[in-house]
């Protein structure tokens, strides 16, 4: 079974997590395999806008622990991968739509940050419980954070592991708007609508609009992952993980 499900519809281009069983949490080969699938979007002629959402009742639950803890990669090359994904989000050129149709947490909440447009379904939250996995900001969040909602409810994100609701998301701009589950077709048909706006228009304005961001993103990403490059080694970022995968297991007993 594909980690990532595309779909085209005419000029738009649909990425699915498809991991429901695991709350489409991100594995290492869908890390890759999501990152590929931008990549090859924003080659691709025929498309004009992305839209990315999950399977069943969550967008993502960000990184997979369990299948990272078991992965026989590198730190380097976890944090590269990391940071490929991160920047295929930032760098891509057509026009991103995140679809939250569930939580959105750790790298799935930073990502969606990233996207030119964020519709929420109501019960969805946005959740970066960083400090208590013993890791750091990722995905440039500590550059869109702070920009976005300002800095301390930015902090109270990052820091102190703040879920932020949708109608809370909603007052700070952190998303567009809020749709229910039984609209969601209305919210497809209202993206189908965009991506048969001009395609170049549509692309110039938003190398306009980014012109300044890039070198910004560029810095935040490098310096998260060389944040995160030390956390990963560290003791309490090894115990929480631990002490995560524990509590996962007692859970379903």
């Known amino acids: 079974m594909s980690l990532i499900v595309i779909e085209n519809r005419g000029k738009l281009r649909i990425i699915r997590f498809n991991n429901a069983k695991r709350r489409n949490a991100i594995s290492p080969e869908a890390y890759f395999d999501l990152t590929q699938a931008l990549q090859d979007a924003d080659k691709d002629d025929s498309v004009s806008v992305v839209a990315i959402t999950g399977s069943g009742n969550f967008y993502s639950s960000g990184n997979d622990i369990k299948a990272a ?36 947490i750790g790298i799935a909440a930073t990502t969606a940050a990233l996207c030119d447009i964020i519709y929420a379904e109501e019960n969805a939250y946005f959740y970066t419980p960083f400090s208590a996995l013993g890791i750091c900001a990722e995905g440039c969040s500590s550059y869109t954070f702070p920009k976005i909602l300002g800095r301390t409810k930015a902090s109270e994100m990052l820091l102190l592991n703040h879920k932020l609701t949708a109608q809370e998301a909603l007052r700070f701009n952190f998303v567009s708007n809020i749709f229910t589950i039984d609209k969601i077709d209305s919210v497809w048909a209202k993206i189908d609508e965009f991506a048969r706006l001009p395609q170049q228009s549509l692309m110039i304005t938003k190398s306009l609009v980014q012109k300044f961001a890039i070198d910004q993103l560029d810095a935040a990403n490098n310096d998260e992952l060389e944040a995160l490059k030390e956390r990963f080694t560290s003791e309490d970022c090894m115990n929480a993980a631990m002490e995560f995968l524990q509590k996962k297991e007692r859970s379903s007993l």
Do not use: H, Q, W
């Open 69 to 104: 803890m078991m992965s026989s990669a590198t730190n380097e090359e976890r944090v590269k991968v990391i940071g490929d994904l991160v920047r295929a989000f930032y760098t891509c050129r057509k026009i991103l739509i995140a679809v939250v149709n569930g939580p959105a």
